[in-house]
């Protein structure tokens, strides 16, 4: 092979990691800027002074959903959607996060837009086993209740799913009941860069970590540390 075609040869293998690397890089930065939002949202909870009941208990969540954003529209007809991520206690130290899809069918005299970023607090363990199925159906599969809000909320609520949400639009709040969390397998395989990965990967085995996720678990962390 003479040396021309050899350095042809070389630059096209180059070019091809390189984008390689590029689109491996441009899959991630979706999960990673969804991490990044989640762990924003959830310093704004923490900040909140309506949300007293979270922050007092969150030390008591086996594990935390968030989701940054949940759009609902509709007019009669309406629902909600959105991604979200969890993480979960993994012995003495957070892990994950796993990515997830919402969806919620709803009708009712519905009308306008609205978008609500929501902290969900995972309080049982049949709450963590759903999230490792494919699917989970909030309010049929496993009880989800809505946090109480307010620096005076001190009610004592038992469920397996306890949500707060933020209201950024017309609706003043979001309810999850009837919400259908899945599991995202498309964005979990692209922020881990592994195929097949799973949330007992992530959440249990813990066989599939991300640096990129740090922050938000030592932010988990030190809330979840506070009693």
């Not at 709450?127 to 049929?140: E, Q």
């Amino acid at each position: 092979m003479s040396t021309t075609c050899s350095t042809r040869l070389a630059g096209s293998l180059a070019a091809l990691l390189l984008f390689a690397a590029s689109s491996t890089a441009l899959a991630q930065s979706e999960q990673q800027k969804l991490v990044n939002d989640a762990d924003a949202t959830l310093s704004r909870f923490l900040k909140d002074p309506d949300m007293t009941w979270l922050q007092q208990n969150i030390h008591r969540a086996k594990a935390i959903m968030i989701s940054p954003e949940v759009a609902k529209a509709g007019f009669i007809f309406g629902g909600s959607g959105g991604r979200a991520v969890t993480v979960a206690q993994g012995g003495k130290k957070w892990v994950g996060p796993a990515f997830y899809t919402m969806a919620t069918a709803s009708v009712g005299f519905q009308a306008g837009i609205s978008v609500s970023e929501v902290v969900t607090l995972v309080m049982s363990e049949k709450g963590v086993n759903s999230l490792l199925a494919p699917s989970v159906k909030l309010g049929g599969d496993a009880s989800v209740a809505a946090g109480p809000i307010g620096a005076g909320a001190k009610s004592d609520i038992v469920a397996d799913f306890i949500t707060f949400s933020r209201a950024k639009g017309i609706y003043g709040g979001l309810n999850l009941d009837g919400t259908v969390i899945a599991i995202s397998n498309e964005w979990n395989e692209a922020y881990y860069g592994k195929k097949g990965v799973l949330p007992p990967d992530i959440l249990v085995r813990m066989s599939a970590r991300s640096k990129g996720a740090d922050k938000l678990l030592a932010d988990v962390s030190r809330a979840a540390g506070k009693k």
